[in-house]
């Protein structure tokens, strides 16, 4: 039987890649999103292609992620459904536009939290006993490299992230007793719709940031995911898996310190 999965933020750019990555590996999938109306499924340049995929497309449910009524009555109907699930990934959240610290308010930490922290712990807690009766079952959180890096004048957002990659080492050691992994993937710089709008000056400026010298795609993204998602990585729980290009590792970039450029090695050099 192949196996079930709940991606959350299913209408958004990495969602919709997670979808098709999903799909293309003959997965059955429930898309779930509080957008309307349903996007179309394309991962973007190097999406996977299923040598037999789905004939079904998903299955979308909408709800709002912090909308516990509306949470809940999405799980009964995968439990209605399909009986169990296998896979869930918590994938929505917000990343709002940056403002001093000054100009920061409880209030809006608060909305952050809510869909970015809050959220992810209630969609487990709603599916745990589906998860529980699940096949292989494991959760897989889209965290970002803000949850171990810090953005200037994005303090709610860091917060949201660092909190959950916390909490998907402590949800790992709290399911790992009834067999379910949870662990996250942690994406920086992915080409995303709107990348190019910036300009070839500013895009080529965001590549040269990166060690790999090129954004990521959300193939890649979805890929991780799927890597995290499967029984492949059965002995893997409580990690938070970089897909980043080597932004994480870095501390200064030749674009931020035109020195480091002559320490580089070239191109197809010696060995």
Do not use: C
């Not at 709940?6 to 997670?18: H, K, M, Q, S």
């Amino acid at each position: 039987m192949s196996r079930r999965v709940l991606v959350t933020g299913a209408a958004g750019a990495i969602g919709t890649a997670l979808v098709a990555a999903f799909l293309a590996r003959g997965w059955r999938v429930a898309a779930l999103d509080g957008r309307q109306p349903e996007p179309a499924v394309a991962a973007g340049p190097g999406a996977p292609v299923a040598e037999s995929p789905t004939t079904d497309g998903p299955t979308w449910l909408t709800a709002d992620v912090t909308d516990a009524a509306a949470v809940e009555a999405a799980v009964e109907r995968l439990r209605a459904d399909w009986g169990g699930l296998d896979v869930l990934v918590n994938n929505a959240a917000v990343g709002p536009p940056r403002a001093p610290v000054g100009r920061e308010t409880a209030a809006h930490l608060r909305t952050v939290l809510e869909v970015n922290l809050v959220a992810p712990l209630a969609l487990v807690q709603a599916t745990l006993p589906l998860l529980t009766a699940g096949d292989a079952p494991a959760v897989v959180q889209l965290s970002s490299i803000g949850g171990s890096r810090a953005f200037r004048g994005n303090a709610a957002y860091v917060a949201s992230k660092g909190g959950l990659e916390a909490m998907t080492r402590a949800l790992a050691l709290d399911l790992a007793g009834r067999g379910i992994r949870v662990n996250a993937v942690a994406p920086a710089m992915v080409r995303t719709p709107g990348w190019d709008d910036a300009g070839p000056e500013e895009v080529a400026r965001r590549a040269g940031l990166v060690p790999l010298g090129r954004a990521g795609t959300l193939a890649e993204v979805a890929a991780a995911v799927g890597f995290l998602a499967g029984p492949e990585s059965g002995y893997i729980t409580g990690v938070v898996l970089p897909v980043d290009g080597g932004l994480g590792v870095q501390a200064y970039s030749p674009v931020e310190e035109p020195g480091v450029a002559a320490t580089l090695e070239p191109s197809g050099g010696d060995a």
